[in-house]
Every structure is written in C-alpha cells, then in structure tokens.
C-alpha cells in the first residue's frame, strides 16, 4: 500500500534510476540518523534496536545511517555498542553478522543525560552535527522517544530549546512517538500540543505497531482488490462483526504503566478502532495517506455509542488459579498492582456505525488478558440464509457464514459455510475453508517495526495515524470509561477462560453468541 | 515424507499426491503458483532453494528432468511433501528416454488449477524461453545465463527471443548493487554524471546489464572495464562510478560480503554488507512479482540491439564454392558424396552429427544417393541425427511431405538392420498429431534446443549442425523462407509456422535464420535452367529479404552443387 511512485529522497528532483515499474528496485532510506531516548527500555532493546539492524541486514538503511543513544547510564560509545550488539545478536530476526554489524556500529553513538539537563542537549547537537559532518547524515534526523508520555514535555522542549527540531535547507527533522497517545481526549490533545509545539503535525509519526502488521494491511487487499467480498459487506448481508484481541498472559511487569489505564484505554482506543475502522470504512479514493486517513475518520466520526452502557458493554479483571497447567496470579496480587485496583482486564463493547452501509450491524469487540489463547482476529459473520430448501433436521448443524481474518497468530483468512456431509442423507454442516501465508510465514515477513521505522525515515505516512484518528478514537471511549469508573466495577473472571459471565450476557442480550476464536 | 514411483504416469502421480494429502493432511496449506525447474543432472541445488523460497510463496514445485538418451522409455517420479519439501510440495519427473518429447503433457496433470505458472531452467536456458512448450504455458520465464556455458553469448540469445515476462537471475543478482546505486546517486547535492564507469569481469552477464541499465536510465554512456591486474578476482561487478563535476560517486566491493562507498567530498568512504545473493535469495525476489519485468526488458534490449538485418546471420563465413555438373542426378551423386565425407568427418570428432535434409526434385533424389554415399564412406548411422529444414503442414502420408517423399529411398535402407534408432530421426509434426500449426513449430523447436542443450544456435563460432542440405526455389527460397514473406522475419524462435507461402500448400513449418545458419557445412542443390536465375541472384551480396539463397552460410563450407542449366547465367 505505498503509494507515492517515488519516494521523497530529500529533495524534489526525480531520480533517474528509480523508475516506478522497476518493482525490484528496494526502498532505500535517505541519508539520515536516528536520537533514541529510552533506549534501555524493553522496547528499545527488544523491537526497535533489532528492527534497525535487521533492515541494515536487509541493505535498506543507508551506509552512512547514525543511530544515537540518550540515556542515564555513564556509557560511551563502545558500551553503548556491546549493548546494541548484546540485544541484536539476542533478538534480531534475520541473524547476526558480524559484518553488518561493523557496518552499523560506525554510526553508533551515546549521549549521557537525563531529560532535564540542558547541557546533555547540547552534547547531543554536538554529536548530531559531528554524524552530518563524519557519515554525511545530511542534517536528516529522527527522534524516536520511547519514554513515558510525562517525560514528552521536557524532552520536546529540550529539543526546540537547543534547535534539534528545526530542519535546514531541505533536511528533516522527524519524531516518533508511541502509544498511549493519551489517557483521553483532554490529556491527548495536551500531549499533542506538547509535540506540535517543537514539530509541524506532518512530522510528527504515531507508532501504531499494529498497523505495520501485514495480515492488517491486508484487510484492504481483501476487500478492494477483489470483487467477491465487497457487495456482501453491507448490512443486507452481514449480521455482525466481532473484533477479537486475546491474550493469554498476564500484565507481566507493566504494571507501573497498566493500572489506572486498563484494557480499553490500551488496547482497544488504538488497535481494536482501527481495525474496526479499517474493516469498515467506505474504499479510499486512492491509497494516499490523506485519502485512507479521511475514509478511516469518516468512519470513526459514525461510530455510536449503545444506549444502555451497563447492558452492551462489559469489564472484567482476571482472578488467580491453575491456567494451561501453569498456576498464575490474580491481577489484584500482580507485583506493583493495588489490592483495591478496579482497572479492568477484560473489555468488551457494542458499538454501532450509523452509515448505510453497517445501520443495524453491531461491531463487537473484546479485548483482555489472561484469556484463552492468543489470538486477534476480526470476524464478520453473516446472516442466515432467508430460505433453506431444506428439512430443518437436515440444516440443524448449519450455522452462520463468517469471513474470518486471523490478524496474529497464524495469518490468514478463513471462510465458513455449510456443506453436504457425504452419505446418503442430506446434512449440511458448517466447514472451514482456510487460507493462510505459509507455515513459516512469520519468519520471512518483516517485522512491523521494521516496516514503521523505514516508511518513517522514507517519510511515507499511510500506516501512521493522524491526530485527528486519536481523538475522534477518545471521543468514542471516553464515555464508556467514565461510565465504568462510576458504575461498573470489573467482574471476575478465571484465568484461561474468555472474560466474564457479563461479556457473554452482553451478547446473550442480542440473541447471539461469540465466536471461540 | 518421500515417496517413489517408478515407470508411472502423470495421472498416477496425481492420483498419489491427492491420497497423500487426504492420509497425511500435509498440504492444507494454500499454494499460490506452480513453479516448474527444468533440470538436467543434478536437481537439488535449485531444488534446496526452491524449498527456501517457498517459506514465501508456497508453491507446487515440478522438477523435470529429461534424460533423452536413456535405453528403455519411461517415466519416474518422487514426490516430496511435509518436512522434505518445506512450505511446498515437490515432484520430481525423470523422464526417460521418448518421454521427453511431450514434456507439456507431463506437468499438465500436475499443474495448480488456475495459480500462476513460473518455469525456471537452472542452466541451459532454451533459445527462446516464450517458445518453449514449457515456457509458452508459463507467466514468467526464468533463466540463469550465468550458469551457461557462454554466458555472453546465452544473454544474446535471450535478446533475440525475448519475450514479455522474461528475466535473468543476471538481473536479479543486480538488485541490491542496484539498490545502492540509486540511493547513493539520491545524496544531496544531485548532479547528473559526467562519465559513468562499470568494473568487472567484462564477459560477466551482470556486468553487462548494469552498464545497460546505467545509460538506459542516464542516457549516457557507460563504460565497461577490466578489472585491474592486481585486483581479487571476484565474478560480476567490481566497481560503478559516477563521475560527477564535484566528484565520485565510488562504489567498490572490497571482499566477498561488503562494498565500500566513497561519495564525492569524502574519501575514506563507508563499509556497506553486501554479500553475494544465494540461488535461494534469487529465486524468491524473482517469484514476489508475477508480472512481466519492463524494466529488465527495456535494460536487455538496449544492451544489445536487435538484429534487424538478418542477413547478420550469414555474414562474416567462408563465401560459397561452386560445383557444376552435368545434370541433377549428377549434382545428387556429388551432394551426397560430399555429404558423407562430411558427416565421417563429424563423426570422428564428435559422438553424434546432424543432418538437415530438404525436399524438391534435387533434394529428394540426394536423398536416395545418401545410404550408398554413407555406407562407402564408412558413416556409422546410428550416430546420426536427421531433421528437416523444412515441411509442408499437411497430413503425415501426404505425397507433398519431404519426409514422405524420402520415405523408401533413405529411410527405410537406414532403419534396416535397426542401423539408426527411431528417435534420430525427427520429423516434422503433421496437423494429425493434434496440434496447431505454431504449436506444431514450437513443438520443432523445443526439440531443437533439448539436442542442443545451450549450444544451438551459434552462427558464428560455432555450429550446431553438421551438415544442412538445401534445396533453391525458382523465386530464390530456401526451406519455407520466401522473399519478401513476413514471417521470414521471425529470428527469436528456432522453427516458425509460416502461413500465406506463394507455393502451395500454404502451410509450412520451417527452420529460421539463425538456425539454419549454425551449420558448419551448407551445400545449395539445384538443377534446372529456370533457376538460373536464383543462382546468379543467390550469389550476389547476402539480402536475405529479396534473395533468400544467398543468405545461409556454412562455418567452413557453403557448396552450391549446380547442373549446367541451373549454373547458366553465371559469369564464365
């Protein structure tokens, strides 16, 4: 879904030796560097510093691509080096080598700081200028802040104060930050405005890491690239659509960033609306950047809300037992977690989508942990037949058709429909027809973050959200969260299960069921 | 999990694979092409990265292994699926001896109902890849020219026969060089460069094409170099540069696994990895795209132009001799004489020779002289290979066949005794063996390649035939090539259908240009005054358009075996 013919390269010239139709020719970022801050984090060490070398590996990164490190620890550059290596070698996807790493290790450097010391920035100019000068970096930088949303304001004013965030004839200055894009919509648009103050809005890039996923970017495939699928995806057809985000573990260590936020504000705000959004939308005029995001808006402003919030939307907090052979905690017992925590595990809604195409269609989407599997999934399941030639002992195991997309694990798509059980009777029984992308699949498809950070550096926005998408997503959640804080308390719910009684009565409530994913 | 079937056929096969998927549940996952690999020898190089690729797209993969020469005909098969075949399913076909002759038979059962087809030939890349019965079926055509015994010489080939849907690992093995390039040229500040040079071993395919791709896309001219003595001796590229007013643009690989780019204003230049692509690495860039690579099109055919003038074929070889007897069945007798020495003398050389044989009053009687004319020269028959310059499409029995017409008098005496074996003498097909008049052409040219291998069709060098035996037409026509007839212009395949002939029947099949121009000897036989005409036109400057006689030339010898009236108006 890259859209743009030829990449931005930093200036407007087209280059000759990109041709559009030469579709072997790889992507190459422009020169450039990249400022991480956290870069001891979990994320940085797990996902982001292997994503970096992988697409070194993979010669998509320029030769003289910088990456710096901005941290606490008293560490030079050869520390900060054995550290990259440490987590690269540990964590990268396509392998170590020695050589490719040679080759990023000369653009690695380490800053020393913390977010308030204003000659820590200082150094750091120092250190970007020295990589435009040395690598020839082209004064193009990214700033990746994989801190806590309460450190943005100091790390943003930093970088205006020492005019790290403004670009010089034709460069670019870039940053990157990743959800939670708030709490809600008040504390979202503050910490936007704490971003846009030191960068314009186009260059500020949300990390949905969700929307990098192939199997998401693929919804898009599958309904516009084909013809068999778009005219039943109507409200004529479809009955209902359930969108499913499980887990199976608990909060692990993030309790400090977990409670008081819970599952709807973490997961189902960003990942469990866009791909309601993508799943809904009406087709974009074309798949620019604009054009995907006014579809994706368009959709998330029709959203409604159920009437009765107590009956359609559902919360639950996951108890201790034995789950899958393995004893685990109550969330309540979680280390850092208060006995008296009400911040919900387990969230389940209806929402509605007042267009012409979904009028009557309920969206219901659920998310937890500590649930049966992992798995995330988006089902849309159709009506039944109106008439069946049938005896009804003969359709009596037929069921519902479903499309299903199975976003993680095992990519793919998955058909149901009814089928003659072979015999001299006539049955009909529900079959599954699936399609996935090979076994090993995973192994050889990028890393979303991979593919997140190059279309950062190459300055091609399709999967990045705008803030208008975060906070038309707020305005749909932040009513149901203060609802629950004031009336709805979590219910209960084992280990290994698929959330609360209330989630099932929610659906019980409309005459339906969930799908077991 | 691996199973054999020996003397089996393609429906059993198929028949296997569905109660393999039903016993063991091995294949549920969706296959999204059948991936055909034509091998000769030893199949599991490609075929280990066949299996990695096809972790990315699961394909049905079809090996086809042909072993032409085999005693007893037959087909084997061993058919590989779950951990032996990776996220794919693998048969593979040993096609013993006849068997090969309807290879498009063969993979038909076992083709994905509907998926992409995608045919790779490892080596030996045909001359036409589209002409192929196999690549004719497929949307993409792989070849690896490097892998060919003249690398160089395999990319002119495949220029000629070129056909949307083509490409090269040649080109494939570009990519990341490629890659960089276009991103070095994008540093700030961008200027057009002055002087483009490519290093490398100059008769390296990849070489080649990247100098083709650097003055398509700049519209300058690229220079190819040697690499410098001293220089390690690695194979394709060793260096591009741009030489731009403010400086270079250098890249240079310093070792097996990495590049140094040096851009201008900076000399010390930076460490890029870059290791040699795996067949596996190749095979998987080429499969992500089903379409046809323009690019690579466009790259080839400015690399190396085409060849409009055919008469480039018969240029540059030894001019003709004349041989005047008195009358045709002396110009018979002389021919075959001729012939016969010719085909010994092949013989003690090389394993195998090839005769093209032709039809018309002179043609025929040759025919009959050959068994006396072989037999006292001592020929081994069963070392010979017989084919037809050309044939009329007409039914197998027809009196109007040149192959019927020398039927009794050289076929039968040959076969007496079981002295050549059937499968030497490769007739023409005929509208009774089922298929159209182009198929039944390209059916004659896949033929041709699978005897040749990667050697046919050289015209200049080498040769594939030994001897080809042609017959003049009043009008100057030589096989089914009239003057001023389109389809004589046809050059990428290596027979053609030829419709519209001036002579009746109007339907022929007939060898092209560059074939009948790979042979060492060509001998013209004509009797008769009104064709005195044709000759003395025949022996003016090579114009294949006008005077098609004139433009088949033999490496060693091009002999016109003429009787008095046919040599008539020529100068004393």
Known sequence: ?517 | MITTLTDTTASAINKQMIEMRETFGANTIGRVLTLIIVATGDVEEPLEAAIAASHEHPARVIVVDAEPDAERSGLDAEIRVGRDAGAGEIVILRARGDVQWSLDTLVMALLLPDAPIVTWWPENAPSSPVHDVLGSMSQRRITDSAGCQDPLGTLKRLRRGYASGDSDFAWARLTRWRGLVASAYEVPPISTPLKVEVVGTVDNPSVVLMAGWLEHALGIDAEVLPPHSGDVDYAGVHSVRLVREDGTIDLTRVDDASIVMKLPGDDTGQHVTMPRRTLAELITEELRRLDPDEVYGEVLAGTYSSIDDTATFAGGKPDPVDQVLPDADGVAAAAAEHTAQQLAAALEERPIAHLVLTGGTVGTKTAAALPAALESAGVDVSRLHLWWGDERFVGPDSEERNEVAVRESLLAPLQAGTKIPARNIHVMPSPADGMSLDDAAAWYGQQLDQMGGDQPFRTRGRAFFDVVLLGVGPDGHIASLFPEHPDQRQVAASAIGVTDSPKPPSERISLTWPVLNSSRHVALLVAGEEKAGAVLDGHRDINPWQVPASAVRGLQSTTWFLDTAAAGQLPG
Request: aromatic share 10%; with cysteine; proline share 7%.
């Open chain 1, 1 to 517: 879904m890259t859209a743009s013919p030829t990449p931005p390269t930093g200036t407007d010239a087209p280059n000759p030796l990109r041709d559009p139709r030469d579709r072997r020719l790889p992507l190459i970022a422009g020169p450039s560097s990249m400022v991480m801050f956290g870069v001891t984090g979990d994320l940085a060490r797990k996902k982001l510093l292997p994503a970096i070398y992988d697409l070194t590996h993979r010669g998509l990164l320029p030769p003289s691509f910088g990456l710096v490190g901005f941290g606490r620890r008293e560490w030079s550059d050869d520390d900060f080096a054995d550290y990259v290596r440490k987590s690269v070698s540990e964590h990268s996807r396509t392998g170590f080598d020695e050589s490719v790493f040679e080759q990023l290790r000369g653009g690695l450097r380490f800053v020393t700081g913390t977010f308030d010391d204003t000659a820590a920035f200082e150094k750091l100019t120092e250190v970007v200028g020295e990589l435009d000068r040395t690598r020839g970096t082209g004064g193009n930088h990214a700033f990746y802040l994989s801190i806590p949303p309460d450190a943005f304001p100091q790390v943003c004013g930093q970088l205006a104060d020492s005019g790290l965030n403004t670009p010089r004839d034709g460069s670019w200055r870039r940053v990157v930050i990743e959800k939670p894009f708030g709490h809600d919509l008040a504390s979202a648009r503050e910490l936007n405005d704490v971003v846009e103050k030191a960068f314009r809005p186009e260059d500020v890039f949300r990390i949905d890491h969700y929307l990098g996923k192939e199997t998401v970017q693929n919804i898009m495939a599958l309904r516009f690239a084909n013809q068999m699928f778009e005219p039943i995806w109507n409200s004529n057809y479809v009955d209902h659509v359930q969108i499913t985000m499980a887990e199976d573990i608990g909060i692990g260590s993030r309790a400090g960033y977990y409670d008081g936020i819970g599952t709807a504000r973490d997961v189902i705000q960003n990942h469990l609306l866009q791909l309601l959004a993508l799943t809904a939308m009406e087709e974009p005029v074309t798949f620019r950047a604009s054009d995907l995001r006014a579809e994706k808006e368009k959709v998330l402003a029709a959203v409604e809300l159920p009437e009765d919030l107590a009956a359609h939307t559902a919360r639950g907090q996951y108890v201790g037992g034995w789950q899958g052979g393995e004893q685990v905690r109550p969330y309540l017992e979680e280390d850092g977690i208060p006995a008296d925590s009400t911040t919900e595990t387990f969230a389940a809604m209806r929402l509605d989508i007042a267009t012409r195409r979904w009028a009557g269609v309920p969206f219901y989407l659920r998310a937890g942990k500590r649930l049966g599997r992992r798995v995330t999934e988006i089902a849309v399941v159709f009506k039944r037949a109106p008439f069946l030639p049938f005896r009804s002992t003969d359709t009596a195991d037929l069921g519902q058709n479903a499309i299903v997309i199975r976003v993680q694990p095992d990519e793919g798509v998955t058909m149901r429909f009814g089928s003659k059980v072979p015999g001299t009777q006539m049955e009909v029984r529900d079959v599954s027809m699936d399609f996935a992308y090979g076994m090993n699949f995973t192994e050889e498809s990028p890393e979303a973050y991979e593919r997140l950070i190059l279309d950062m550096l190459l300055g091609d926005p399709p999967l990045f959200p705008r803030q208008k998408e975060v906070e038309l997503s707020w305005k749909i959640l932040d009513p149901i969260t203060e609802f629950w804080a004031e009336n709805l308390d979590p219910a209960p719910y084992r280990p290994g299960t698929w959330g609360p009684d209330t989630a099932h009565e929610m659906l019980a409530l409309d005459g339906r069921t969930w799908r077991r994913p």
